[in-house]
């Protein structure tokens, strides 16, 4: 099975920085795609960035040019670079992982789940 261990999240101030890992175990690293999904209080889970097993990368337009997803192939870690951070962006930050050459936004799509990290914008 997959292991998955999200980390980095905080409280930041409106505009700052931060970078959540997801460190994976038991995966067949270079053949999974990689998700970051996030979920707001009274909101449901919502697809945020993607890396596929080419290192191709997706954002949902509400992330996008903010927010950078990449992994480290010799620490099997996945990253999101989180900046210019709003209050929107608060959420509980979720990393999936599924077993494909191309990358899924439905969180149906997504057999492997990391507890959570807190991300509070304030």
């Known amino acids: 099975h997959v292991q998955l261990v999200e980390s980095g999240g905080g409280s930041v101030g409106v505009g700052g920085s931060l970078t959540l890992s997801c460190k994976t175990s038991g995966v067949w690293y270079s053949s999974y795609c990689m998700a970051w999904f996030r979920q707001s209080e009274g909101a449901q889970r919502e697809w945020v960035s993607g890396i596929d097993p080419s290192s191709c990368t997706t954002y949902a337009d509400s992330v996008k040019d903010r927010f950078t997803i990449s992994k480290d192939a010799s620490k099997n870690t996945v990253y999101l670079k989180m900046d210019d951070l709003k209050p929107d962006d608060t959420a509980i930050y979720y990393c999936?992982?599924?077993?494909?050459?191309?990358?899924?936004?439905?969180?149906?799509?997504?057999?492997?789940w990391g507890q959570g990290t807190q991300v509070t914008v304030s």
């Open positions: 999936a992982a599924r077993y494909s050459e191309y990358c899924y936004r439905r969180i149906i799509d997504f057999g492997e």
